[in-house]
């Protein structure tokens, strides 16, 4: 298992360990089993939205489709000669649960806004 780069006081990081496990750690713990992933994405309650994938050198890697309010930083993996990192995701505190798929379709769609009578704008 791959170490945190500092220590965690508060709020929740999201990161890999070995080849088929997402690691959730701080105020919300829990593992997702990822075992041939194809397309993951992790949701949470504040609205953050990540692609997950352990690519082919051996490293997890998020990306960040949508930033919630709890999010705070994303510390990029890398490979080096004696061991690799994977991406860490960083969010505050505030986070009620957090969701994993596997082969999900996100589909955005602009954002409507409604005025004081109902309109959209």
Aim: charged share 30%; with cysteine.
């Amino acid at each position: 298992m791959r170490k945190q780069t500092k220590p965690l006081t508060s709020g929740t990081v999201v990161t890999g360990a070995s080849d088929d496990l997402i690691e959730i750690n701080g105020e919300l713990c829990e593992e997702f089993d990822a075992c041939d992933l194809n397309d993951g994405k992790l949701a949470f309650s504040d609205g953050t939205l990540l692609g997950a994938e352990y690519d082919s050198d051996g490293i997890w890697r998020f990306k960040v489709i949508f930033k919630g309010p709890c999010f705070d930083h994303k510390v990029e993996g890398c490979m080096n000669e004696d061991d690799g990192t994977n991406d860490e995701v960083h969010f505050k505190e505030g986070l009620a649960w957090a969701v994993f798929a596997d082969d999900m379709d996100v589909v955005t769609a602009p954002v409507v806004r409604v005025n004081s009578h109902g309109c959209s704008s």
